[in-house]
């Protein structure tokens, strides 16, 4: 993977450029659209999630609470049917629970071939 500044190359998990994840909320750990990953981003927010109640009910219990907004630091809170760049690991957990959301696949990291299997990915991928 090529680095420009912090952030790791921008290839999504086929090979491909990545796509944005969402504008509107802007989402990604660099809040650029992108769900781009680099070395200050150890939660690897790599995966772009199409978040529904149901996911944001779990997340919330969890502790990974998406949907509430904080003005502090300028978030909305994400709302169903909204697109956001979600951490890996909490992505990995949510499988394990038979709980993930579904994904935009094109605007996925290729990181996240570091934690999930492309074909497990390609499973829960809604734009392929």
């Known amino acids: 993977m090529g680095t420009v500044g912090d952030k790791q190359s921008t290839l999504n998990v086929l090979g491909e450029p990545m796509e ?3 504008l509107k909320p802007l989402t990604g750990f660099y809040r650029d659209g992108y769900c781009n990953t680099g070395e200050n981003n150890p939660g690897i927010h790599a ?19 998406l949907s509430t907004p904080k003005p502090e630091y300028n978030f909305a809170g994400v709302k169903a049917g909204e697109s956001w760049c979600l951490s890996g690991p909490r992505f990995v957990e949510a499988l394990m629970n038979d709980k993930a959301p579904k ?10 071939l570091e934690l999930v299997d492309l074909e497990v990915l390609k499973q829960y991928a809604i734009d392929l």
Do not use: Q, W
């Open 103 to 112: 994904i935009f696949i094109h605007a996925t990291h290729e990181r996240m």
């Open 20 to 22: 944005p994840c969402s």
């Open 47 to 65: 995966v772009c999630i199409y978040a529904t109640a149901e996911f944001l009910t779990y997340s919330k219990a969890v502790g990974n609470d």
